[in-house]
């Protein structure tokens, strides 16, 4: 476990937890409140948010079709 690990507020912008995540080399983030621990985001959260909801989720994992 981390000690001291980077964290956003829950207040922090999808593009500010981008760059923070970016710039540290970070899959996960810990958000925090006053009150504590709120959850987690990774990079799927992030580039779902930056890239709106019609990007579609990728396909199973599995051989590729031929098209």
């Keep these: 476990m ?4 980077v964290v956003i507020d829950k207040t922090t912008t999808i593009l500010a937890a981008a ?3 970016t710039g540290g080399r970070f899959r ?3 958000v925090v409140s006053d009150d504590g621990l709120v959850g987690m985001v ?3 959260d992030v580039c779902r948010a930056l890239l709106g909801p019609d990007v579609p ?3 199973a994992a ?3 079709q031929p098209k």
């Design 42 to 44: 990774d990079i799927t």
């Design 57 to 59: 989720p990728p396909a």
């Design 28 to 30: 996960h983030l810990p």
């Design 19 to 21: 760059r923070t995540m």
């Design 2 to 5: 981390t000690a001291g690990p």
């Design 62 to 64: 599995g051989p590729a």
